[in-house]
């Protein structure tokens, strides 16, 4: 830090887990073992955390650039990530993925509930194992506050869809920020609490309000399109869209030989779907760059123009290398052969990853170093956010009562088969 205010301090990062004196040995032979470790839980955790990163090295021992990154991805240990790559994804704007937080933890507890489901586990059963793993998870990747947020997090919306309730994103990070801080008050200085609970309020502020208001509806509306009597379930328009895909789709069969008319419009259909998905995920990745801009210049002094692009296809693929990436190594200690076979197509997709990540850093255009903004303008730029995010919230809640106030309609079915929608407006027009 002498003579350079601003820069990252790695000494004050190293102080806040307990790390006050770093060395580097040449051989492991060089190390004495002065006394074994006791059989405690701290000691089990620990051995396991030392198996995994060595099944890790073991099975993708020909690529260690694939191992480092899945090190980091997996287990977040970043030592074995190469300078110059870690520099790739800070241009990118993808760092994030080598940082085990809500994104893998996330992935994690999804595919821990879907099997569940599929396995027709007791709800309570499938709760207790979610937390179980969960809770083993942090443990092996040790306890850094984006897990444990992302953990915290987690668990509430498990215990509150045990309860039937739905998941308010807000509310949960307002919750596990809480007991963070409960535990740590420090915690609120540290960048990572900061950027972790940013990235949250871009979510649940800005991406999730306006996407509710405009693409959701309309993907809802696709669930059982062609079910008429599912209409009476939506808003007027995304009712209208639902009549408009059915007329659509009567047009074809009427044109085309019946089986390809049915194939066309359930192709028509998943292509709508399809794309409302990938419009969610840019929107995400979009708004979560624009929201956290003067946090990411702070802590990295970088601005990045690449990073919507690029996590647009780095999130669903960190999504599919985790859960993936523990089912190799799980099947390592089981079966070293089938790990070994799992390992070839992760290993090209991490590879993936990692290419079209050095070739966007290689644009130099799409990535500027910048000196850390001040606090009064990070100040004001978060104070237009927040009142954009309240002006979002009170546009949705005004359109969601004008749809309310301003269409009665009613559906019946007569003759042939056939159904009718009446719909009135305000002053009764029909």
């Not at 259909?269 to 794309?275: I, M």
Request: hydrophobic share 55%; net charge positive; proline share 4%.
């Amino acid at each position: 830090m002498f003579r350079d205010e601003g820069a990252f301090d790695r000494r004050a990062y190293l102080s806040e887990p307990g790390v006050d004196l770093v060395g580097a040995l040449r051989a492991p032979e060089l190390l004495e073992l002065v006394k074994p470790a006791g059989a405690t839980m701290f000691g089990w955790v620990s051995r396991g955390r030392r198996r995994l990163r060595e099944e890790v090295d073991e099975l993708w021992a020909k690529d260690e650039s694939v191992a480092g990154i899945l090190r980091a991805m997996l287990l977040g240990d970043r030592s074995f990530v190469d300078r110059d790559e870690a520099r790739d994804f800070q241009k990118t704007g993808t760092f994030h993925v080598l940082v085990v937080a809500g994104l893998h933890v996330g992935a994690i507890a999804v595919v821990l509930f879907w099997v569940g489901r599929k396995l027709r586990w007791a709800r309570v059963w499938a709760v207790i194992a979610t937390l179980s793993l969960l809770l083993g998870y942090v443990a092996i990747v040790e306890q850094r506050t984006p897990v444990l947020r992302a953990a915290l997090m987690a668990a509430i919306a498990v215990i509150g869809g045990f309860f039937f309730r739905r998941l308010e994103l807000l509310n949960s990070g307002a919750i596990a920020a809480l007991l963070l801080l409960v535990a740590k008050p420090s915690a609120l200085g540290d960048s990572s609490f900061q950027l972790s609970f940013l990235a949250i309020g871009c979510i649940g502020g800005l991406a999730l309000p306006w996407l509710t208001a405009t693409v959701q509806p309309y993907a809802r509306a696709l669930r059982g399109w062609r079910d008429v009597t599912k209409d009476v379930s939506y808003e007027p328009r995304p009712t209208q869209f639902r009549i408009d895909l059915r007329l659509l789709a009567r047009v074809m069969e009427r044109r085309l030989p019946l089986r390809i008319a049915r194939a066309t419009g359930s192709s028509l259909v998943g292509g709508l779907a399809f794309s409302f998905r990938v419009w969610e995920l840019f929107v995400l990745t979009l708004v979560l760059q624009i929201g956290m801009l003067p946090l990411l210049a702070s802590a990295f002094h970088r601005i990045t123009f690449a990073g919507a692009f690029v996590n647009f296809a780095a999130v669903p693929l960190t999504a599919i290398i985790v859960p993936f990436g523990f089912v190799t190594l799980i099947s390592g200690f089981l079966w070293p052969a089938l790990g070994k076979i799992l390992a070839a197509p992760l290993s090209l997709v991490t590879a993936g990853l990692l290419h079209l990540v050095q070739r966007f850093a290689l644009v130099r255009q799409l990535s500027y170093r910048i000196p850390g903004p001040s606090l009064w303008v990070t100040i004001i730029f978060l104070t237009t956010l927040a009142g954009f995010v309240d002006g979002l919230f009170a546009s949705a809640i005004h359109g969601a009562q004008a749809d309310d106030v301003e269409f009665m309609g009613r559906i019946g079915c007569g003759g042939g088969g056939y159904c009718y929608i009446s719909v009135f407006s305000a002053n009764g027009r029909r």
